[in-house]
């Protein structure tokens, strides 16, 4: 396939914000990308100092954080009518370069709108901390998420009451260790900030959201805050929907494929009138890591909890703008 002519600029902005509104642990936004305008190949890194090395040591919610802008990514490349041809760790001399989308010759009719509604979905998505009512998510919706993370080399797994009390009790016993763990508390709060303070990162306070009354929820708290210092609990759904994503491996590029997938589950959600918020807690301790696993499944390796059902809408974090975020390289 032939490479297509030099991008426009307002094309680029297009295509690096869409990227840029994807979920991140944290709203770290730890990506950096870099068009060459030879080849029309954009470069997706890392960014060391958007780093967590307290809550990821091994980088793996960032490889997930970056997945999941490579899939908005391609996914604004083709509704602008380009064909977007991904990589993957394409250089291992270079472990900073964590993707690349060449942009080659433009789509035909027969070749857009393969999932219509996911693109405007990446404008709409904003993870909601709310409770949710609780009303049930019907089959063929829960059917088309399931499929949207296998199309993208992932697995879904919808627990059954018992199973989904089992990945909360996890959730909430990782919540504890967090809350108790000093280094960590102290990490994350430096990522929440006040309402209108000047960031393109990290969550404001307006966008946490309140503990659960009944204890059952186990939102992550942000502020590590004691109980008197918190917002006042109100009472969540009973019943809890919510899903695991895994994978068969669990080597970098599974954990970028894992965050495509992720995107690409969070959007199916929203397209179909779904919120959702992550339940990245447990993911974050070896031991409750492996516990959530799919029992007496060997290559099951949990990535994300995902919680989803009808509410309100969340509140939208800072987004570093598309056109700043073209640097060179590193």
Not at 100 to 112: F, I, K, M, S, Y
Not at 150 to 176: F, K, Q, S, V
């Amino acid at each position: 396939m032939r490479s297509i002519q030099a991008l426009q600029p307002d094309t680029v902005e297009s295509l690096l914000t869409a990227a840029g509104a994807a979920p991140s642990i944290h709203n770290t936004q730890p990506w950096r990308f870099h068009l060459d305008r030879d080849s029309q190949v954009l470069e997706v890194h890392s960014v060391p100092e958007r780093t967590l090395p307290q809550t990821d040591p091994t980088h793996r919610a960032q490889y997930l954080s970056v997945g999941a802008a490579v899939f908005n990514l391609r996914l604004a490349a083709v509704h602008l009518g380009l064909r977007p041809e991904a990589r993957l760790l394409p250089d291992l001399t270079r472990p900073g370069l964590l993707a690349t989308v060449r942009l080659t010759e433009h789509l035909g009719a027969d070749d857009q709108d393969q999932a219509p509604g996911l693109y405007d979905a990446i404008a709409q998505r904003h993870t909601s901390r709310k409770p949710f009512t609780g009303r049930p998510v019907p089959e063929p919706i829960v059917a088309e998420m399931t499929a949207a993370a296998h199309a993208a080399g992932a697995r879904l797994y919808i627990p059954d009451h018992a199973g989904t009390r089992r990945l909360l009790r996890l959730t909430a016993a990782a919540e504890a260790r967090n809350h108790a763990h000093t280094a960590r508390t102290a990490e994350t709060r430096n990522w929440v900030h006040a309402p209108g303070a000047d960031s393109s990162y990290g969550i404001p306070v307006t966008a946490l959201g309140p503990p659960d009354a009944a204890g059952r929820m186990p939102m992550r708290d942000f502020t590590g805050l004691p109980p008197a210092g918190r917002r006042p609990a109100v009472w969540f759904e009973r019943h809890v929907q919510m899903a695991m994503l895994w994978t068969s491996h669990d080597r970098r590029d599974d954990w970028l494929r894992a965050g495509q997938a992720l995107q690409y589950v969070l959007l199916t959600a929203t397209a179909r009138g779904l919120r959702t918020s992550l339940l990245h807690q447990a993911m974050e301790w070896p031991d409750l890591r492996a516990a959530t696993a799919l029992p007496r499944h060997k290559r099951c390796h949990p990535q994300m909890l995902i919680r989803f059902g009808y509410g309100p809408d969340g509140t939208p974090t800072p987004r570093a703008r598309g056109r700043t975020a073209t640097q060179p390289g590193t």
